[in-house]
């Protein structure tokens, strides 16, 4: 039976985040919140260094695995094998060393810069993996290798955590899902090919020029969440940080799985796009990049800050609770700001082959935020709100700088009937949410839930988001 992969792909990418956000839930109830800063303080740079280590790799892995020519494809998987080899070795060499020098002197910041390293090679790997599999077409493959890496860092991170209370070996033992899962792709039969053949020196510089300017970006927003945590822990009041450090972590990972699902059908559509087809449909299928994240993000976005009331109630813990809500409200806003640059406008840059511009936005964002922040701190004192705000505005201004770039480049067909019909979609759902109230939070998140998304599709279909209205209008004429 042939796998429907424009289903089941983003399908199983957002429950497999799904099962990556049960882990920000459950991980906080075990540890204090001194350890769970140390966690997510390490869980976020972690994935920074492996962007930075890695991302420039993926990248030439979607893009250039497949093509028309086979000895050139060849000659590309090649460096690429060759790039991933290096960069594992020495990360790994790195972080055995940090392990080495903090058990020696007993010093927890050496460990801790090992269980980074350690998580990062077993991300950027895994990363690896399963979008070469993706991208030669070996869905299943794929598929078994999110719901492998799904299961096993629920399993592994859940035990690790409730059996010691400790922030360190949590980050370790999620490092160690991420490999064991790419184990299970391995096994299936994906990989990069083995270095039975040198590599071509103009092959690997020209992958390595292409995938540097492209990672950049992604590279530098992910440095902006490490970076805020890092401010949260020097600036922050131990009793208010771990809050706000969830608030952000919660809202984070809820929104950005989300716009990680739909890029990888989409980019992937977006690039055979651009190889095989005219100017005029590629800039359709580029308006379509930066309006279906768009059509997914704003509501998710609202609909998340919008029944946070019941959320707590059941997942936040009374330690976390007072700076947790406090922050809520700014970290979701966060969260979509960033989530809409890296899925929505970002990506345009790689499939159209200007990937350096993909480092202005996350630039701006972290020279505004450290603006900001530094600014009013040394102005009024520091506090974990200002660090917040600050982070909004730095998301704002990169998001802005992106979209203009875009609008410049002028690849992308007209998508602004799509944006009104969003956010009059969005707002209606809004204005029918807010007055719901139920004696149960559960049923009043269930409700909200309900009524908000039934509201955001009428109004979507009635506005002829996408062409809805007629699609809908001949299957009920049926």
């Given at each position: 039976?042939?796998?429907?992969a424009g ?24 540890l204090v ?17 492996a ?32 790039f ?11 972080a ?28 950027g ?5 399963v979008a ?8 299943r ?21 409730m ?12 490092g ?29 510089l020209?992958l ?7 990672a950049?970006?992604?590279?530098i927003?992910?440095f ?11 600036w ?8 706000v ?22 980019v ?9 087809h ?8 580029n ?17 998340f ?22 922050a ?12 809409f ?33 530094f ?23 990169g998001?802005i ?9 002028g690849?992308?067909?007209?998508l ?34 309900g ?6 599709l ?11 209205r ?9």
């Open positions: 039976m042939r796998l429907n289903i089941f792909i983003p399908l199983t990418v957002v429950l497999a985040n799904l099962v990556t956000f049960a882990i920000q839930l459950l991980v906080p109830r075990f919140p001194a350890e769970y800063a140390t966690f997510a303080t390490g869980w976020a740079t972690g994935q920074f260094m962007s930075l280590c890695f991302e420039w790799i993926r990248f030439g892995v979607i893009r250039y695995s497949v093509s028309t020519d086979r000895d050139l494809t060849k000659r590309r998987l090649t460096a690429l094998r060759f991933y080899s290096l960069m594992t070795a020495a990360l790994l060499v790195m055995l060393a940090a392990v080495l020098i903090g058990t020696s002197l007993g010093t927890t910041g050496f460990l801790l810069g090992g269980a980074i390293l350690f998580y990062a090679v077993c991300q790997s895994f990363d690896g993996g070469l599999v993706r991208a030669q077409g070996y869905d493959t794929f598929l078994i290798g999110w719901i492998s890496r799904a299961v096993l860092s629920l399993a592994i991170v859940a035990i690790t955590v059996a010691t209370g400790s922030g360190l070996l949590g980050l370790a033992a999620l160690l899902s991420y490999f064991l899962a790419l184990l299970v792709v391995r096994l299936r039969g994906g990989g990069l090919p083995r270095l039975d053949s040198p590599v071509d020196r103009a092959t690997a020209a390595a020029r292409y995938g540097a300017f492209a950049a970006g992604v590279a927003a992910n902006l969440p490490a970076l805020v945590r890092l401010f949260l822990l020097r922050g009041a131990a009793d208010e940080a771990g809050g450090l969830l608030a952000l972590d919660m809202s984070q990972k809820a929104i950005l799985a989300l716009g990680m699902a739909i890029n990888i059908v989409l992937r559509r977006s690039i055979r796009s651009a190889e095989f005219d100017a005029g449909e590629q800039a359709r299928q308006a379509l990049q930066i309006s279906v994240p768009l059509a997914l993000l704003l509501p998710a976005t609202a609909g800050y919008l029944v946070q009331a019941s959320f707590g109630h059941y997942f936040v813990p009374p330690a976390y609770a007072g700076s947790y809500y406090e809520i409200g700014w970290a979701t806003l966060a969260a979509g700001l960033m989530a640059r890296l899925y929505g406008l970002d990506p345009l840059f790689a499939v159209v082959e200007r990937s350096a511009l993909s480092i202005a936005g996350p630039a701006i964002s972290i020279l505004v935020a450290c603006g900001w922040i600014g009013l701190g040394y102005w009024r004192g520091f506090d974990a709100m200002l660090i917040v705000h600050g982070t909004v505005a730095g998301l704002l201004a998001l700088v992106s979209a203009a770039l875009v609008w410049r480049l690849k992308v067909a007209s602004w009937r799509n944006i009104a019909a969003v956010g009059l979609a969005t707002g209606a759902m809004t204005l029918a949410v807010l007055p719901v109230q139920m004696p149960s939070p559960l049923a009043e998140m269930v409700v909200r839930m009524v908000g998304g039934g509201i955001f009428l109004v979507a279909v009635t506005a002829d988001l996408f062409g809805t007629g699609w809908v209008l001949a299957r009920l004429r049926r």
